[in-house]
C-alpha cells in the first residue's frame, strides 16, 4: 500500500494520561504535576505538536476534568476520551476509538507521564512508519534493565515484546528495552488494536501484544533506539526530581548554544518557555519562573527571580531583584539589590537601584526611584495605578498612595507620602516639619532612667 511520505503524512498522538500515580502521595493527579514549571501532560502534548501531530487525543480516568482542562489548555482543539475501566494500555488506546476511526497515517501512543521525550524522536518513530512499518516500538538501553520488557529482535524487524516476568533466563539477557511509546500505521491500527485478547494474569489488554499481531498479519515491526531519558518515566517526587534535572541541563545547553552566557550554569533553573536574546548574560544563582523573556545585551545578576516578566535590551536586573508578573522593563531599566516589581512598566531609560516596591504603576523614562520608595497600590480591597512621569524623581523613603500621578520632570522630596497629584516639574513635599529642642536628648534620658529605677 502506498504512504504518503514526509510532510504530506498525518498523525493522531493519543496521550493516555488515566493513571492515579498514587506514589507521588499526592492530591494533585500526576500528570499535572511539573518540570520546568510545565506540567507532564503538557510537556508530552507540545513534544507530539512539535513533531507534526496536528490531532491529539487525550484519554483521562474518570471523574477526571481537572487533567481534561489542562489538556484543551496546552491544545484548544484537542479531543478528551475518558477510560472508564483500567483494562490496560491498548484499552486505553481503544477510548479514542474515534479518533482513530478518522483514518490518520501515523497513531502515534504516549504516555502522559514521560515529559522528556523529544520531538526528533517522536519524528524517528514517525519515519519508520513511512518506510512501511506497522509498528515502531520505542527501545532505549538502561544500565540495569531489570523489570524492563525486552524488545526481541530477528536482525532490523521486531519480532516481540516480552515483559521481565514472563521473559526466559535467555530473553532476560537482552539489554534493548520496551520504553513505552509506540507509533502505528494509521491504516491496520484498528485491525490490530481490535485483535488484541486479554489472556494474561491480569486480565488486561496490553499494547505491547500488537507486535505479534502485527507480525501474524504479515506486517512490519521495528524498532528506534534512544537515550534513557528520553523515555524516563515518572511515578514518585523523587522521580520528579530527577526528570527536572534533566529538563534544566537540556534547558541550559539550549540557552548556551544560542550564544546566552552562563555564568555557573548549574545555578541557575529555567522554565521550559525561558526566551532569550543575543549576548544575554545571566549571573550565578537566578531562577527563572514561567512566562520570562530577556531581551537583547541584558544582564541578570545573582539572586534574582523572574516571573511573568519582560527584561528589554540593554537592561539590568538585581542582584536581589524579584520581577513578578506583569513586569515590563524597557531598553537599558535598572533594577537594583531588593527590587520588587509587579504588574508594572519602567519604561526606556528608568531605574530602581534598591530597596523598592513598584507595584501596578508606570514609570515613565529616565524617571529615578529612591531607595525605599513604595507604590502604596492596594487599599485592602483593590489594586490601583501609581503613574510615573518621565524624567520624575521621587526621592528616598518616598510613599506614592494610588491612585495618583506624578508629572514628567516632578520631584518628589524624601519622606514624602504624596496623596495628591503632583503637576509637571512641580517639587512636592509632604512630611512633618522638622523641629529641635536644644537640651531635649538629655532631658529625656534622664526621665527614662527616673522611669527604669522606679520600675526596679
Same mark, same amino acid.
Given at each position: ?291 520570562? /523573556?530577556? *531581551? =537583547? &545585551? +541584558? ?9 511573568? !516578566?519582560? @527584561? %528589554?535590551?540593554? #537592561? ?28 508594572? /512598566?519602567? *519604561? =526606556? &531609560? +528608568? ?9 501596578? !504603576?508606570? @514609570? %515613565?523614562?529616565? #524617571? ?33 498612595? +494610588? ?50 529605677? +522606679?520600675?526596679?
Amino acid at each position: 500500500m502506498h504512504q504518503p511520505q514526509g510532510p504530506n503524512r498525518t498523525c493522531l498522538a493519543i496521550v493516555l494520561a488515566a493513571g492515579e500515580g498514587t506514589r507521588m502521595r499526592s492530591s494533585l493527579p500526576k500528570v499535572l504535576h511539573q518540570v520546568g514549571h510545565k506540567s507532564l501532560v503538557a510537556h508530552v502534548m507540545t513534544a507530539a505538536q512539535k513533531a507534526g501531530g496536528a490531532e491529539i487525543a487525550v484519554v483521562v480516568g474518570p471523574a477526571r476534568d481537572d487533567v481534561a482542562a489542562e489538556a484543551k489548555a496546552v491544545a484548544a482543539g484537542a479531543s478528551v476520551f475518558v477510560q472508564r475501566d483500567r483494562l490496560g494500555t491498548a484499552h486505553a488506546v481503544l477510548a479514542a476509538r474515534e479518533a482513530i476511526a478518522k483514518g490518520a497515517d501515523d497513531i502515534l501512543v504516549m504516555f502522559a507521564d514521560t515529559p522528556l521525550v523529544r520531538p526528533e524522536t517522536l519524528r524517528r518513530l514517525r519515519a519508520a512508519i513511512a518506510a512501511g512499518a506497522a509498528v515502531t516500538a520505542l527501545g532505549f538501553r538502561p544500565q540495569d534493565p531489570s523489570g524492563y520488557g525486552r524488545l526481541v529482535m530477528k536482525g532490523d524487524e521486531l519480532v516481540a515484546i516480552v515483559e521481565d516476568k514472563d521473559a526466559t533466563a535467555e530473553e532476560r539477557k537482552i539489554t534493548l528495552c520496551n520504553g513505552g511509546l509506540m507509533v502505528l500505521a494509521g491504516a491496520s491500527a484498528l485491525t490490530i488494536l481490535d485483535r488484541i485478547g486479554n489472556d494474561n494474569a491480569k486480565g488486561e489488554y496490553y499494547l505491547t501484544d500488537a507486535v505479534a499481531i502485527a507480525r501474524e498479519l504479515g506486517l512490519k515491526a521495528t524498532v528506534i533506539e534512544t537515550d534513557e531519558d528520553d523515555v524516563r518515566g515518572i511515578n514518585t517526587k523523587a522521580q520528579l526530581a530527577q526528570a527536572e534535572a534533566v529538563l534544566q541541563q537540556r534547558l541550559r545547553a539550549a540557552a548556551m548554544e544560542a550564544g546566552v552566557t552562563l555564568i555557573a550554569p548549574e545555578t541557575v533553573f529555567l522554565s521550559s518557555d525561558t526566551t532569550f536574546g543575543k549576548d544575554v548574560t545571566v549571573e550565578p544563582n537566578v531562577v527563572f519562573g514561567a512566562g520570562v /523573556t530577556v *531581551e =537583547d &545585551g +541584558a544582564t541578570i545578576r545573582s539572586f534574582s527571580h523572574l516571573e511573568g !516578566a519582560v @527584561v %528589554g535590551k540593554g #537592561a539590568r536586573v538585581g542582584p536581589y531583584a524579584r520581577l513578578r508578573p506583569g513586569a515590563k522593563l524597557g531598553q537599558d531599566v535598572h533594577i537594583g539589590n531588593f527590587v520588587e516589581v509587579k504588574a508594572a /512598566t519602567l *519604561e =526606556d &531609560g +528608568a531605574k530602581a537601584n534598591h530597596l523598592a516596591y513598584i507595584g501596578d !504603576a508606570r @514609570v %515613565g523614562a529616565k #524617571a529615578n526611584i529612591g531607595a525605599g520608595t513604595i507604590t502604596c497600590n492596594y487599599d485592602g480591597v483593590n489594586k490601583h495605578l501609581t503613574d510615573i512621569g518621565a524624567g520624575a524623581f521621587i526621592g528616598t523613603n518616598s510613599s506614592l498612595v +494610588a491612585p495618583v500621578k506624578i508629572g514628567d520632570g516632578a520631584y518628589v522630596g524624601s519622606g514624602s507620602v504624596v496623596t495628591k497629584d503632583v503637576p509637571a516639574d512641580a517639587l512636592a513635599i509632604a512630611r512633618g516639619r522638622q523641629v529641635n529642642k536644644e537640651g531635649g536628648a538629655a532631658r529625656l534620658r534622664e526621665l527614662y532612667s527616673k522611669m527604669k529605677k +522606679a520600675k526596679t
